[in-house]
């Protein structure tokens, strides 16, 4: 039954961070974790920091496929 359950497929992607889960529930515990927590403050959402931060981080992805094909 182990075995089952370490062979899953990965069928869903974070759109955030591009990070694959085998289902829903594991995909909304990374979501709430890296994704909205992180950004809770005093009962309110930072969006200015969350969106400062997704930029930030889709500029580094970009960097890197960047010197990846130049490689």
């Known amino acids: 039954m182990s075995s089952i359950i370490n062979n899953r497929k990965n069928i ?3 759109s955030q ?3 694959e889960f085998p289902s829903g529930y ?5 979501w709430e974790e890296k994704h909205f927590y992180p950004y809770l403050k005093n009962n309110r959402f930072d ?13 580094i992805d970009r960097l890197i496929k960047e010197i990846s094909n130049s490689i």
């Open 12 to 14: 869903i992607m974070c």
């Open 17 to 19: 961070c591009y990070e």
């Open 26 to 30: 594991e995909y909304r515990l990374h």
């Open 47 to 59: 969006h200015v920091r969350a969106k400062k931060d997704a930029r930030y981080m889709k500029d």
